[in-house]
């Protein structure tokens, strides 16, 4: 049985991450994730980044080449077990850069690791929905 306290806390640790993109804030971003070597990111349509550095700097070339970010959630799976959960969810990412206007869907799957008391984001992996 999962602990509904457990289940808040990685829910809005998932929130949290969808903050921290929308508002550009790598400060944010950088108190959710693991900053280990085992930490994964996969942007959509990217390539595989191991560790903290390569994300950190993946997320620091978004930020700097984004004017607005704007992301609507659909939370459409949760679970949750004593140290892993994981949350997938449907993305709409309404995006500016240099005057350009793009809007993109995704579906993505956020896995969270319990470490002293803390759920950290240890993978995050976006995939572009075709149409």
């Not at 640790?13 to 994730?33: G, P, Q, T, V």
Request: glycine share 6%; with cysteine; proline share 2%.
């Amino acid at each position: 049985m999962t602990n509904l306290s457990d289940k808040e806390t990685v829910l809005a640790s998932n929130e949290a991450f969808y903050n921290a993109f929308s508002k550009r804030d790598i400060s944010a971003m950088s108190l959710l994730w693991w900053q280990g070597t085992s930490s994964l990111c996969i942007h959509p349509g990217g390539r595989v980044l191991i560790g903290w550095e390569m994300i950190r700097a993946s997320w620091e070339s978004i930020f700097q080449n984004t004017d607005f970010l704007e992301i609507e959630l659909e939370i459409i799976k949760i679970e949750i077990d004593q140290a892993l959960a994981y949350v997938v969810v449907g993305e709409t990412v309404l995006q500016s850069s240099r005057g350009r206007k793009l809007k993109a869907q995704s579906m993505a799957t956020n896995i969270f690791q319990k470490m002293a008391q803390k759920w950290y984001l240890v993978h995050h992996h976006g995939s572009p929905i075709m149409r």
